[in-house]
């Protein structure tokens, strides 16, 4: 939540979702393998009255081509009613860090496009217009894909690149029994469960043989990978597997 200003900048962009949405998939391009993939993170949270339209646009955001839509719950949210069921203290800190390295605020729903960009996750219009603005600026990149039960990442990269291994739960339906969203039930996507950091990248083609266990985490029904630059900062590549 982020004070009065935010809850109306929320309703101007939830009016406007219908059409913005319809002019994105006219514009999107038929081929979505020629995108480059893009991270989107939501921060959010179940005790917030803010938070249900975005997490709405991320269930929407995850069909488009190439997008990399998860959520990541946070808990400060917990003191103020209702204890979110899915959120993760890591997720909180992850959060902080992104705010502390932008200088910028911690706020819900918050959007981190390719840990690049800090915006309101509402705000559909503004998220698309940085995944846009991101691909046009960026070009080719690393790449990270599955391979023969294989990660296999492959590009050049400017500096070492964190790797890291993120259960998801595809989606979860929670009945709200408190806070401000009290008696209402939502649907929450691709719901981080877990992180396993899997090593250092500094560049060129490199095959990581997984186990299989890896893909089989507890609660978890999908995986995505995520390699980045150490300390909350860029996003250098990403994709589910």
Known sequence: MRRPLVSALLLLAACQRAP?????AQARPADGAALRPVLVELFTSQGCSSCPPADAFL???????NIVAISRHVTWWDRLGWRDTL???????????YAARHGDEAYT??????????????REGAVHRAIDEYRAAAGAGPSVRLERGALVLDGAVAGPAEIRL???????RVAI??????????????????????GTWR???????????????PGADRHAVIVQEPGAGQVLAAGFL
């Open 203 to 217: 560049g060129g083609r490199l095959r990581l043989p997984l186990a299989p266990g890896r893909l089989r985490t």
């Open 109 to 122: 729903p918050q959007a981190v496009v390719q840990g690049r960009v800090l915006l309101i996750g509402g």
């Open 166 to 172: 993120v259960a998801l739960r595809s989606r979860v």
């Open 87 to 97: 959120a993760r203290q890591e997720d909180t800190e992850r959060q902080r860090a």
């Open 59 to 65: 269930d929407r955001l995850q069909h488009e081509p």
């Open 20 to 24: 913005e949405t319809a002019q994105r």
């Open 177 to 198: 029994g408190g806070g401000e969203n009290v008696g209402r039930t939502y649907d929450y996507v691709n719901v981080v469960v877990a992180e396993t950091p899997l």
